[in-house]
Every structure is written in C-alpha cells, then in structure tokens.
C-alpha cells in the first residue's frame, strides 16, 4: 500500500524531466512507460522484507537491491518493452559508480536510468513509508542539490529543478488519480 502511486508519480517526473533535457515526445513517452515498470521487480521480493516497518538487515537490503534485476527478468521477454529494460535494470546506479546492481558510473548508466534515478529518489524522500514518515520537500530538493555529481546525473537534476513546479504539482496530486502533466 505504501508503493500506491509511485510508479505514476516517478513516471510523470521523469517524463517533465525528459521534456526539459529535450527528448522528442516519443522519447518521453518511452520514459513515461519505463517509469510505470521500473519497480515491477519488487515483485520479487518478500512482503515481509518490503513491508518491514523498522531498518532492514544487510541480507534483507540485498534482496531489495534484487529488484532491478527482478524486473528486467520478467519484461526481457516483451520485445514490444524491450525500451524499458536499460532504465528498468539501472534506475539505481550512482553516476559515481557507488550504485546497483553493476556500479556503473557516469555516462555509461542510460539517461532513461539517470532521469529515473532522479524522479525515484524524489518520490521515495517525500513519500510516507512503513519505516518512516517522507520529509519535507525542500529538505528532499537540498539532498539532490548535494548529491548532483556524486549520486545523480547533475544534467537530470539541473532539469528537475528548471521544471519544479510541474514536479510539485504532480506530487501535490498524491490522494488523487494522476494524468499527464505537460506544462
């Protein structure tokens, strides 16, 4: 229950980001889809450990960093998905390399896996989970700020910001249903 709207928050980010960076309309739409299928290897992962309301173990994270890999499993087969599998499989590496599941860093992570670990991480820092209460969103906006170069692609970040209002507006729609934002 506590996933209720995320994928659709991060892929309606992640397509404001996508149009910010430039992408064509059918690239945004390709990331718009990534977005709704980047978690779909949770799946894969025991309710106990996703539902967990205090700190995850060491064993119980590694599952968690499974799901990457999960996802891209189930959809390789969808050849009509097949644009999907590069933002679903690395949604969470670090442009540093510090990342999963194969720490790769920089411009060799896919920009559909940069824009997403953008509009992800934003959604997972403001959002209310078992184990804790989503923060504030200028404290969530100050650790993308922080971490751009470091953790996220500072071109993604850069776009974020430059279309924040339309990000606000998305996440300010979280009780209700979700349509496309093209501001």
Known sequence: SYTCGHSDRVA???RLIARELGLDFDECEQIH???LL???GKIGVPDHVL????????????????????GYEILKHLENLSYVLP???HHHE????????HGLRGDSIPLAARILAVADAYDAMTSNRPYRRGMATDRAEQILREGAGRQWDVR???A???TIHGIRLVASQRSAPLSPVWL
């Open 51 to 70: 539902k967990k309301p205090g700190q995850l173990t060491e064993p119980e994270f590694e599952l968690i960093k499974q799901h990457p890999v999960i």
């Open 38 to 40: 980047h978690d779909v």
């Open 87 to 89: 933002g679903v499989l």
């Open 156 to 158: 993604c970040v850069d």
């Open 12 to 14: 309606e980010f992640a």
């Open 33 to 35: 889809m990534t977005g």
């Open 94 to 101: 670090s442009v540093d390399g510090s990342g999963y599941p």
């Open 160 to 162: 974020f910001f430059r």
